[in-house]
């Protein structure tokens, strides 16, 4: 049954109170639990689930996620045949018309035309969960539906499973039917098909808001919200870098917190998430952060909820506060020296 299923990421999605963080780089590529990449759930689930041909239709500003998805290797992915394919959108400067965009799988219809698997599995790029979506197809089947739309709580995931047959003819019809995405297909009430709902019962947030990535960020430091995620049996995969362990200096302290390899630690950190290559100062306290990779934070600082972005640099003495509701959100590559508050 594995071998059934063809997986389709549209990475399109670009959420404006995000642009933080996706200014420089995709919605996919976004950095997450200091080793990750949004995508990387989605991509491990499929991977998990036997599925061995993905396709990736990127859009927006996504030569960071060429380079940390590379040939599919660290997924089992570099395969002969099937594997990973590379899909980005011919039309760059156009509208965005979300989710599903028929019109970029179009540009591609020769993948679809090819593709052996009966069934297509078609998700977005920014939901952090690890599903097995086995048990879905196995679902969908019995059930004779036509599309099966999977949800939490009754909201939709943005994740579907139909024939590919069904995916094509919606594909090449879509001008004559008026569809461009998924989502105006099964919210259509005029059709024929046969719309279910699968709900899946764990762990599942979707990052389409600052706030809403700082809390999952966060939430990932409790130990029941971590097995839900991170499971011995089926493992969320990234790209693996070689860097040696994090090194603790003499006077610091860390309490609550998720540290990557690469860090030098002299000061305090608590209840946060540090990414690779950081360097924390001796006497600075860093609390309720988000610290991506290499950031460098100065001596004597003083970090509350804070979000730095890669590369940034905190001079000494600087004090940078936010709240647990509205993080303080510093952008890749800034200098930051002045007191802020907020």
Known sequence: MNKQLL????????????????????LAAVPFAGRYRLIDFILSSMVNSGIRSVAIFPKFQYRSLMDHLGSGKNWDLNRKRDGLFFFPSSDINGNNDGFGCFQHFAENMDFFDRSLQKYSLITNCYTVFNMDYKMVLKTHIESGCDITEISKHGQSLGMFILKTSLLVELIKNREETGYTTMKDVVLDINHN?????????GYAVMINSIEKYYSTNLNMLEPNV???VFLKDNPIYTKVKDEPPT???????????MIANGCQIEGVV??????????????????????????????????DSVILDKDVKIEDDTVIT??????NVIRKGTVQGALIKS
């Open 7 to 26: 997986g389709v990421i549209d990475a399109t999605t670009f959420h404006e109170g995000l642009e933080d963080l996706t200014i420089h780089r995709s």
């Open 193 to 201: 098909l046969k719309i279910c709902r699968y709900e899946y019962n």
């Open 226 to 228: 971590w097995k839900q």
């Open 247 to 257: 090194r603790y200096l003499k006077g610091s302290s860390v309490q609550n917190a």
């Open 270 to 303: 608590e209840n946060s998430i540090i990414a690779r290559g950081v360097k924390i100062g001796k006497g600075t306290t860093v609390k309720n952060c988000i610290i991506l990779q290499k950031s460098q934070i100065g001596e004597n600082c003083v970090l």
């Open 322 to 327: 936010g709240s647990i509701t509205k993080p």
